[in-house]
């Protein structure tokens, strides 16, 4: 008798026969599993391409805290210049750049593809903009306190602080990100969970076949082995949809990004899921699908009855 | 082929083996008889490893029982064939799949397998059923697809509980000559039944229990 305890590489390839054979028995609800795990996985998957998204749409430039001082309309070139010089020696001030209305109006019909917006108006509506830039570690009561002062020339109109905008976006991406963070890894349990539940189920209604296996003289490997795949087989079909889901989910939320990003200044190349992003769930449903399967493909062996 | 050396088995408070010891030969076939309850399917049990005795030993051939590892355990279980009294096929595969099913489970050479389920088929009449499901068959027919799988991968010891519980008389005899024919090919067997008429008609051993005592045959 030419017997081999593993089999080899025939018996696994019969396994994952047998495991779809197992899944062609009942459709529905193992759709249903794969969908549900498609579901999870892409939910972490999807959150995190929009926070990337949302990353590029905070100005590398809002980092730095800054003022945008917006300068009365009627302000001459001279008396602009000389602002300018008078923030600059401020203390704290890192950079002052002048923006006028014209330049203004120019970079935004740009941006925004509308290259009639600038014809549109006979005179134009914006004013001129000085960016004053602050050093990086300059405490928040200064900065305050030089928008105050500012506020007060007679050449300004009125000044936004962007300091504290620029900070609370981030640290609601920060927070966004430990979210998402803490939403993958329930993902992995609930999978895991999911998978280890069905798979118990599955290897109860296939108790007797078990059984039976290990009466002839089957190893309990062979017994476990369909289950697992059964486990790896849906693992990678939520994966693969998953993967789907976090592609669509990245081009309706990576289109208006997009567009906000660029109006903002950056080049917005990064919003969108990358083949990393589509890759991750497949491999994570899949190792999960398989160790959620292994876990629970425990069996024991009847008596006779 | 078969020696038990002083064999108990207790559940708890209930003996269901006290002190049984016997040997049967290679080649010979026997009998346990005894009423219902009387420590039959136990005795069998030990055979095929699904409990060890609370005392003694059990040696089949080479195999003391007691000593399987893990490992062994899968090795000797191919040595032997059950057949149940309900044969227990797998409803939602056909009866070549559920003859196979020993030598696939064992990682057999997969290329002979179709040959010995054919052989096996052949042995208990029902080539032409192969492709069938359980369902559409007669209960004989399912003990003989029963039979077939347990000597399939043609096993030194065929042990059978109650093979012929279910069946009438006329089926009985016929899985007997079944049984007889494997012996006369060299097989060890031992058929527990409490069916008095069925072993009369034979010319073989009969070993008894009563209360889990061996009162016949040691
Ligand atoms: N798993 C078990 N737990 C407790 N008692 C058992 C168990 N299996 C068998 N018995 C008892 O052991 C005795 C022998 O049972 P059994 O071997 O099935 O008898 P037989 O097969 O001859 O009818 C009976 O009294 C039965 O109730
Ligand atoms: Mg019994």
Redesign the pocket.
């Known amino acids: 008798m030419s017997v081999s305890i593993h089999g080899g590489y025939h018996a696994h390839w019969e396994a994952l026969l047998d495991a779809l054979w197992r899944l062609r028995k009942d459709p529905v609800r193992h759709s249903a599993g794969v969908l549900v795990m498609a579901i999870m996985l892409a939910l972490p998957g999807v959150s995190w391409v929009a926070l990337r998204g949302l990353d590029l749409l905070i100005p590398a430039e809002a980092l730095t805290p800054g003022i945008s001082v917006f300068l009365q309309k009627d302000a001459d070139e001279a008396a602009l210049e000389g602002l300018a010089d008078e923030i600059n020696a401020e203390e704290g001030v890192f950079l002052v750049e002048l923006v006028t209305a014209d330049r203004g109006l120019q970079a935004l019909s740009e941006l925004a593809g509308l290259t009639e917006l600038a014809g549109a108006f006979d005179t134009n509506p914006l004013p001129d903009v000085l960016r004053v830039l602050l050093a990086p570690d300059t405490e928040a009561g200064v900065s305050r306190e030089l928008a105050l002062r500012l506020e007060g020339d007679p050449r300004v109109e009125f000044v936004r602080l962007d300091q504290g905008i620029s900070a609370e976006m981030r640290n609601a991406l920060v927070l966004g990100q430990r979210l998402v963070m803490v939403l993958a890894v329930m993902v992995v349990a609930a999978i895991v969970l999911v998978v280890t539940g069905a798979t118990r189920i599955e290897v109860t209604r296939a108790r007797a076949e078990i059984a039976l296996v290990d009466l002839v003289g089957g190893t309990m490997r062979y017994a476990r082995r369909p289950f697992i795949y059964m486990g790896l087989l849906q693992g990678a079909g939520g994966g693969f949809l998953a993967a789907g889901f976090v592609w669509l989910g990245a081009e309706l939320v990576g289109a208006p990004l997009s567009r906000l990003v660029v109006l903002y200044g950056e080049t917005g190349s990064a919003i969108g899921a990358g083949w990393f992003d589509l890759l991750l769930p497949l491999v994570v449903g899949t190792a999960l699908g398989g160790l959620g399967a292994r876990l629970a493909a425990r069996t024991q062996s009847i ?2 009855s | 082929m078969i020696e038990f050396q002083n064999v108990s088995k207790r ?2 408070a ?1 003996v ?1 083996l006290d002190d049984v010891s016997f040997r049967l030969d290679p080649g010979e076939m026997s009998f346990l008889v ?10 069998l ?1 030990q055979l095929i490893c699904l409990e060890a005795p609370s005392e003694g030993r059990v040696l089949v051939g080479n195999f003391d029982l007691r000593r399987l590892t893990p490992e062994q355990l899968p090795i000797y279980r191919r040595k032997v064939g059950v057949v149940f009294q309900d044969p227990q096929l797998l409803m939602d595969r056909s009866v070549y799949d559920n003859v196979a099913l020993p030598l696939q489970a064992s990682g057999f050479d997969r290329k002979a397998i179709p040959h010995r389920v054919e052989a096996a088929l052949q042995q208990v009449d029902l080539t032409e059923l192969a492709g069938i499901l359980p369902s559409a068959l007669s209960s004989g027919q399912r003990q003989r697809v029963g039979i077939a799988r347990a000597v399939v991968h043609r096993p030194a010891l065929l042990l059978a ?1 109650e093979p012929t519980g279910n069946l009438d008389p006329d089926l009985s005899k016929k899985i007997m000559k079944l049984f007889t024919q494997f012996r006369n090919h060299g097989v060890t067997v031992l058929i ?1 039944t ?1 069916e008095q008429a069925l072993v009369e008609s034979q010319p073989f051993r009969v070993l008894r ?1 009563d209360g ?1 005592r061996l009162v016949e045959g040691q």
């Not at chain 2, 005894?34 to 136990?42: D, F, L, V």
Request: aromatic share 10%.
């Open positions: 008596a006779f | 559940y708890g209930r269901a005894g009423h219902s309850g009387a420590g039959k399917s136990t005795l049990r509980d527990a409490h229990l889990g």
